[in-house]
Each structure stands twice: as C-alpha cells, then as structure tokens.
C-alpha cells in the first residue's frame, strides 16, 4: 500500500528524514512513534504530498506518487495542527472538506450523518466550532478525514490533549475502520495506546530505529509495555 525508498527531507542544515526505507501492507494499524522532533509530522506530509522530498521516492497503492491526482480521494488526512473554521458549525465544517473532494448533494449528506454518528456529534452538529470542547474538536477533525471513505488514513496524533476516555474510544473508532478495510498510520506520544497497533516503527532523528509488532519489541528490550521499550530504545546509542 506505502513504499517509501531512500527518502530523505532537508531543512536547509537539518536533515528531518534520513534516508528512509519502509514498506506498509495495505488493512493494518500502523504506528508511527518517535520524540518530539523526530521527523513524524515531516514524513506524513511528504506521504500525504503537502512537502517534497529532497531525495528518494514514496509509492502509494503500487503505482502513484502522492502529488498524483489520483491520490486525494484515496487519503484521508488528520494534521497535527488544527485545520477547521471556529466560525462554521460542526457539519459545515466536515461538508466543507466533503466538497473539496468532490461530494455533494445526497451523497454528502448521507456520508455526513454517518461520520458525524461514528464520532458521536450528530447531537452538535449545528453548533460552531468556537463552542466546542477541545476534545470535540478533535472528533470534528477525525470527521473532516473520513468524509470521503478514504482507503488510506492518517492520522497525526489524533488523541493530543484528549481525555483518558475519549482517546480510548479513538482507539475503537481506529478498529472499527480497520474491519471496514481502512489502512491507518497513526502518530501518538501516549506510546502505551500503540500498543493496539498491528506493528510499530520508532522514529529518531529522521530514521528508523526499531520496526515491528508491539509485542515483539517489547521483548526485545524486556520490557512489560511499549513505552518502557520505547525510552529504552531511544536512549540507546
Ligand atoms: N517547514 C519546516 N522548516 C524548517 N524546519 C522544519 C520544518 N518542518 C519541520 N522542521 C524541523 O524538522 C524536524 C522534524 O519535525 P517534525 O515536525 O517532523 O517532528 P515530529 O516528530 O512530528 O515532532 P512532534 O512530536 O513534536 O510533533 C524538527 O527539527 C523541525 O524543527
Ligand atoms: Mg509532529
């Protein structure tokens, strides 16, 4: 589903990816984990196509670049940074977005309610965003990526700033659209919720460290939970 082959990005002096390899089989949970800085939120906008590598080649689905138009309706994209209208409610928001991919009429409506009943909102639909709780926001956002049924979902750290409660049920809504066939890169810095992933890469300064199932690099490093084996793996030299 994702191939990504040499890739590197440079910020002037600052290498941000390091000549990256990795290849991600289409249906799984995938995560992304790495320290602030590591490069995560740079390789997810070089796969969503938002940046330009400086070197090196990402396939997606076997045969487009993500600058192929062909890729947008493919992708569904949560940024790190919020990227909704306060002043537009919650589904003029999510419609929006459902616009910019080429949905309209019943079939945009349709979509609408049933993404605004996965995220639980359908009750705040006609509320702007400015009087939303923060978590809500993050829901409407999930919403605003899934409007067009993408294959493909990215999700960069969709539980920042979350209650305990709420990002247990982003977890479950990841589960739900990964039954429905959805492909998922999900970034978090709540190491111990990757666990629910199929497999993990550990990012540090722009290159891979560790690659693998939760389980299996947790004993790798004898630890009893992926964060314990995160911090150990980062402190190496
Ligand atoms: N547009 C840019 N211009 C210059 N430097 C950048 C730019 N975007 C990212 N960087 C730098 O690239 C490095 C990686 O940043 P990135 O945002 O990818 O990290 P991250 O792993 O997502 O971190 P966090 O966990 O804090 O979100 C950082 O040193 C950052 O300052
Ligand atoms: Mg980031």
């Known amino acids: 589903m994702l191939k990504i082959e040499g890739l590197t990005k440079r910020f002037g002096k600052l290498t941000a990816i390091d000549n990256l390899n990795l290849n991600i089989p289409e249906g799984l949970k995938f995560g992304l984990l790495g320290p602030n ?3 995560k939120t740079t390789l997810l906008r070089m796969i969503t ?3 330009e590598p400086t070197h090196g080649k990402i396939t997606l689905f076997g045969k487009w670049t993500p ?3 062909m890729i947008r309706r493919r992708v569904g994209y949560m940024p790190q940074q919020t ?8 589904s003029e928001n999510i419609r929006f977005f459902g616009r910019i991919y080429g949905l309209s009429g019943r079939p945009l409506e349709d979509r609408l309610n049933d993404i605004l009943e996965l995220v639980e909102l359908g009750d705040k639909k006609k509320e702007v965003l400015s009087n939303l709780s923060g978590g809500m926001v993050r829901r409407v956002l999930l919403a605003t990526a899934l409007i067009h049924n993408p294959p493909l979902l990215i999700l960069d750290e969709p539980t920042a700033g979350v209650d305990p ?4 049920k982003f977890w479950d809504w990841v589960d739900l659209l990964v039954k429905q066939g959805v492909s998922i890169i999900i970034t978090t810095h709540h190491i111990s919720e990757a666990e629910r ?7 540090r300064e722009g290159k891979i460290i560790q690659q693998g199932k939760p389980f299996d690099i947790m004993k790798r490093f004898q630890a009893n939970n992926l964060e314990a084996a995160f911090v150990r793996s980062t402190n190496l030299k």
């Open 37 to 39: 800085g590591s490069g």
């Open 67 to 69: 600058t192929s138009r």
């Open 49 to 51: 196509g938002l940046i």
């Open 83 to 90: 990227a909704v209208y306060p002043g537009l409610t919650v």
């Open 165 to 168: 409660v709420l990002r247990l």
């Open 197 to 203: 992933s199929d497999q993990v890469v550990f990012l």
